[in-house]
């Protein structure tokens, strides 16, 4: 399933490296893709629970906003 997930707090291409790096360390998460401009990423997740996302997320200074399918 394709998700959209807005993140506060990037504000530069340094950012978007942290935000690819840990989704990517989930398991179950792949195609990544993290727009700046737009503050989200959207990524293909299969079998991964939300709170686990954005306590990641978290882990590395980022803020979600709100996940959505899409």
């Given amino acids: 399933m394709k998700k959209k997930i807005n993140i ?8 978007v490296r942290h ?11 792949s ?3 993290v727009n700046l401009q737009g503050k989200y990423a959207v990524c293909d997740v299969d079998n ?3 709170k686990e996302i954005i306590e990641k997320i978290d ?3 980022y803020d ?3 996940i ?3």
């Fill in 59 to 61: 882990e590395y200074g």
């Fill in 64 to 66: 979600v906003v709100s």
């Fill in 8 to 15: 506060e707090g990037m504000s530069c291409m340094h950012c």
């Fill in 48 to 50: 991964v629970d939300e």
């Fill in 19 to 29: 935000v690819e790096e840990a989704l990517s360390e989930i398991k179950g998460i």
């Fill in 68 to 70: 959505e399918n899409i």
């Fill in 31 to 33: 195609n990544i893709e």
